[in-house]
Structures are given as C-alpha cells and as structure tokens.
C-alpha cells in the first residue's frame, strides 16, 4: 500500500524551503516600508546650495576669530566664549546625532553673570555628536563633532566641513 503523500517527510522539506524565502521576503519589505531611511536627501540641487551658504557663514566665523570653549560634567553644559570679547544676546546650539534622528536637539542659550552659556540637560547624551552654533542673528557658525562627556574645556573652532 502506498503512503499518502502528506505523510512523506520529503514533500514537506520540498515546500518549506520556498514557503520560508516567500515569508522572508515578506517581512524583508515590511521593514523596509515601516523604517524608511531619514539620512536619504530628495533633492540635491537644494542641499548643495544650502552647504555653500553654510560654508559662507563658516568663513565669516573664522574671519570675526570666533571660537568658545564647551565642557559637559554630571549633565551641565558650559559654554564660554574665548574669541572675541563680544557680548551675545542669544546662541543657537544645535546637537545632531549621527545616526538617529530623534535624538537630535536644539538650545537657545543666554549668558549668565559671569559671560558663560549654561544648561542642564536631562536626557543621556554619551557618545559622538555633531554640534552647530550660530548667534540669534544667524550671520556665522561654528560646527564641530564632539564626544560627551567633557570634564576639561574643549575648542569649539570655526572649520570647514571636510576638516570634521
């Protein structure tokens, strides 16, 4: 007598194998369309003429002799300015994670008595960030890639992009 062919094992091992590429293919496209990339830029002929501007503001920077020193201990971040002896009224700093998204974050700092930009941030920022700072008028930058912690005051300079 003859088995029933849903009895041999042979017949099973034979449909497994392209049910289980069917399925993960499957779930390879599910992720692809519930995670889409954020680090892929659309349009490129705006962006290209968004960095030249930034390179302009760099420059400016770098010619006013611009620069500060940061230091982040026990989630207090210092700035102090050690460039020129101007007073800012306001300074835009800009944290930008390398790979995720959502961890970015923005402050506006005033100084305090003693000429220094302090902030207390709560959330855990270890680890390697890219950092901008622009004044409230928005005619210069500075950006750098820093790692938090700092205990000791680090130079926060006025570099062009490839030098990061």
Avoid: C
């Avoid at 750098?144 to 130079?155: R, W, Y």
């Amino acid at each position: 007598m003859k088995t029933p062919w849903y009895k041999e094992p042979w017949a099973w091992l034979v449909f497994f194998l392209p049910l289980s590429a069917v399925i993960a293919g499957i779930t390879t496209l599910f992720i692809a369309l519930s995670d889409p990339d954020d680090l892929v830029v659309g349009d490129y002929y705006k962006k290209g003429k968004a960095i030249n501007l930034e390179i302009t503001k760099i420059k400016q920077a770098q010619k006013l002799g611009i620069s500060f020193g940061l230091k982040f201990v026990d989630g207090e971040l210092v700035i102090k300015p050690t460039g020129i002896e101007k007073k800012f009224p306001l300074l835009n700093v800009n944290f930008y994670h390398p790979t995720l998204e959502e961890k970015d974050f923005y402050l506006a700092l005033t100084q305090d008595g003693s000429g220094n930009f302090r902030h207390t941030i709560e959330q855990n920022v270890d680890g390697k960030w890219r950092m901008t700072i622009t004044p409230f008028e928005n005619n210069w930058k500075i950006q750098n890639v820093i790692t938090l912690p700092q205990t000791e005051f680090i130079d926060i300079k006025p570099r062009p992009i490839e030098a990061n």
